[in-house]
């Protein structure tokens, strides 16, 4: 079992930045692929980055490239996701999610583990 603890919410404006993280606890994450989604009201959980197992590649949604980063600290049991130039299309609530899967990391079916997720507001 892997616990997964988000934090770093925040009411932001347009263009500012903020870091999340997702601490675990029972398993090291070194053996899972990471990923972030979010979910805004009246919307279905979309997928929003990942970083897999080794952190030597990251993959993420349309709407995240250029703008987020994942990264991992596996000595810290700690995940992160850095949002850059925020947009109120941003606002939702942001979930980390583990799997020991190598593949279909864009899909949340294949995420066994999950936090309570961490709400982001981003004003104009």
């Known amino acids: 079992q892997v616990q997964l603890v988000e934090s770093g919410e925040g009411l932001v404006q347009a263009g500012d930045s903020l870091r999340l993280s997702c601490a675990a606890s029972?398993?090291?994450?070194?053996?899972?692929?990471m990923g972030w989604f979010r979910q805004a009201p009246g919307k279905e959980r979309e997928f929003v980055g990942v970083?897999?197992?080794?952190?030597?590649?990251?993959y993420y949604a349309d709407s995240a490239k250029g703008r987020f980063t994942c990264s991992r600290d596996n000595a810290k049991n700690t995940v992160y996701l850095q949002m850059n130039s925020l947009k109120p299309e941003d606002t939702a609530v942001y979930y980390c999610?583990?799997?020991?899967?190598?593949?279909?990391?864009?899909?949340?079916?294949?995420?066994?583990?999950w936090g309570q997720g961490t709400q982001v507001t981003v004003s104009s």
């Open positions: 029972g398993r090291t994450i070194s053996s899972y692929a």
């Open positions: 970083i897999i197992k080794s952190g030597e590649r990251t």
């Open positions: 999610a583990a799997t020991d899967s190598g593949y279909g990391l864009t899909f949340r079916g294949q995420y066994d583990y």
